[in-house]
């Protein structure tokens, strides 16, 4: 069953005359019976005319010169496009020009995988012309037509087909890999922000290990400085992440420039600071004791010793998460104590001595050395005075 306001625009165009059909990834994500994020339409009406028939709606026409026309319906924004064919991309990202035409066939053939490639009409008959349902079915990852002309049109389309491939659970069919492997190097006409948000979907996904395996040269060129000589075990270790983008990530550049790396992404900040004091963190060494990562927490933070412990608890294959969840629980700074500077100084602590004690408070609860409230921890620090 369609949704509401994708039939709608179905219909209108229908009863003026026009075909139309939704296309792409929401086709694509109907037949794997998964909720489509967005809903496309492609249609052999040209742009002036879909503004024509929507006039009466809030029109975003920023696409207009590549066919595009937004609809706002509903509060939904759904993009309407005149079949196209697009012209020479010299910047490997975007074409330079579209030509228009009235053959749903000639706008398929330029799109990026078969898997992409299918338009549904109102009824949910499937146009097929790329076997793209086939490829569904067997999970195979295929470009329409020749794929280095598809990669070298759209570096960007390396990347999008890692994450399909991952997020689906796919094989990437052997000429469509061994050409975006082949061109790699494409991708350094890509902005970083636009690699690091395909790559951030990619590693939140189960099947990323795999893809990442046979695909070194993508990113031996997304991160130069990258050590890939232990490919497979780092590939294991991703495995061993669980669908944490942010601990795969630091798998994948711990042995790099990290820093050079995460700038280049234009990683944000929080992360960024994550991921360099965890390299910073494993230049210690890291008891798996309770007591001993509560401290730590004291002089970091709950989130990174979490994340440390993560990331060893993968690479060591002891598990650092039982202490460091029970360290969590406990208290990591003097605020939480159940004492106040003023009720140390009146005990006769000088200023200058009243830090010092409360630290020395905190180590002995983390140490179970006396319990954390205000009369154990008085009786404790009068006997160490």
């Known amino acids: 069953m369609l949704p509401k306001n994708a039939e709608y625009i179905l219909n209108k165009l229908n009863e003026n005359g026009f075909q139309a059909y939704l296309v792409g990834g929401c086709v694509r994500d109907k037949l794997l019976n998964k909720v489509p994020e967005d809903y496309d339409i492609t249609t052999n009406a040209l742009p002036q005319k879909i503004a024509e028939v929507f006039s009466e709606f809030h029109l975003n026409l920023k696409g207009l010169k590549h066919g595009t026309v937004g609809v706002i319906i509903n509060g939904e924004m759904i993009e309407i496009t005149t079949y196209r064919i697009d012209g020479d991309y010299l910047d490997s990202r975007r074409p330079e020009n579209v030509t228009f035409t009235p053959n749903l066939k000639e706008d398929l053939a330029r799109r990026d995988f078969t898997i992409n490639a299918m338009a549904m009409d109102k009824n949910e008959n499937i146009i097929d012309v790329f076997n793209g349902k086939s490829d569904l079915k067997n999970k195979i990852i295929r470009t329409v037509g020749d794929p280095e002309k598809r990669f070298n049109e759209d570096a960007l389309r390396i990347m999008r087909c890692l994450r399909f491939a991952s997020k689906e659970g796919f094989v990437i069919q052997e000429n469509t890999l061994n050409s975006l492997n082949q061109l790699a190097p494409n991708l350094k006409h890509?902005?970083?922000?636009?690699?690091?948000?395909?790559?951030?979907?990619?590693?939140?996904?189960?099947?990323?290990?795999?893809?990442?395996?046979?695909?070194?040269?993508?990113?031996?060129?997304?991160?130069?400085?990258?050590?890939?000589?232990?490919?497979?075990?780092?590939?294991?270790?991703?495995?061993?992440?669980?669908?944490?983008?942010?601990?795969?990530?630091?798998?994948?550049?711990?042995?790099?420039?990290?820093?050079?790396?995460?700038?280049?992404?234009?990683?944000?900040?929080?992360?960024?600071?994550?991921?360099?004091?965890?390299?910073?963190?494993?230049?210690?060494?890291?008891?798996?004791?309770?007591?001993?990562?509560?401290?730590?927490?004291?002089?970091?933070?709950?989130?990174?010793?979490?994340?440390?412990?993560s990331y060893l608890t993968v690479i060591t294959k002891e598990d650092y998460n039982k202490n460091a969840i029970l360290a969590s629980k406990g208290i990591t700074s003097v605020n939480e104590l159940d004492i106040q500077g003023q009720t140390l100084k009146n005990l006769g602590f000088k200023s200058y001595k009243i830090k010092e004690a409360l630290n020395v408070l905190l180590n002995a609860v983390i140490e179970n050395k006396v319990k954390n409230q205000e009369t154990d921890l008085i009786e404790y620090i009068k006997k160490q005075a």
């Open 190 to 309: 890509i902005a970083y922000e636009r690699i690091y948000t395909e790559l951030k979907k990619m590693l939140s996904e189960a099947n990323a290990h795999n893809i990442i395996r046979k695909t070194k040269p993508v990113f031996e060129n997304v991160f130069p400085t990258l050590n890939t000589e232990k490919w497979d075990i780092i590939c294991k270790h991703i495995k061993e992440c669980e669908c944490s983008w942010l601990l795969c990530l630091a798998v994948l550049l711990i042995n790099s420039d990290t820093k050079k790396e995460l700038d280049r992404l234009k990683v944000e900040t929080k992360t960024k600071c994550l991921v360099l004091n965890l390299k910073e963190l494993l230049n210690k060494k890291i008891l798996n004791d309770k007591a001993f990562l509560q401290k730590m927490m004291c002089e970091h933070s709950k989130e990174q010793i979490l994340f440390l412990c």
